[in-house]
C-alpha cells in the first residue's frame, strides 16, 4: 500500500505529465497551422518530450516500488 507521501508524489507527477501533454498537444497544433517558428518548434517539442520521458520513468519507479 503506497503511503501518502508517495500518493502525493504520484499526484505530482501525473499532474505534471498532464500539463506537458497539453503543452506538447497545443505545440502540435501551432506547428501544424504554421504558427510558430520551425526552429522554436524543434527546440521546445525537445524540451518537452525529455521532460515528459522523465516523468514517465519517475512514475514507472513510484510504481515500482
Known amino acids: 500500500r503506497a503511503s501518502r507521501g ?13 500539463r506537458l501533454f497539453t503543452a506538447l498537444t497545443a505545440l502540435e497544433a501551432s506547428h501544424r497551422a504554421g504558427s ?8 521546445r517539442r525537445r524540451t518537452l518530450v525529455t521532460a515528459l520521458e ?3 520513468a519517475a ?7
Open 6 to 18: 508517495a500518493t502525493g508524489e504520484r499526484q505530482r507527477l501525473e499532474a505534471e505529465r498532464e
Open 59 to 65: 512514475l514507472e519507479e513510484e510504481a515500482a516500488a
Open 36 to 43: 510558430v517558428d520551425p526552429a522554436t518548434y524543434a527546440a
Open 54 to 56: 522523465r516523468i514517465f
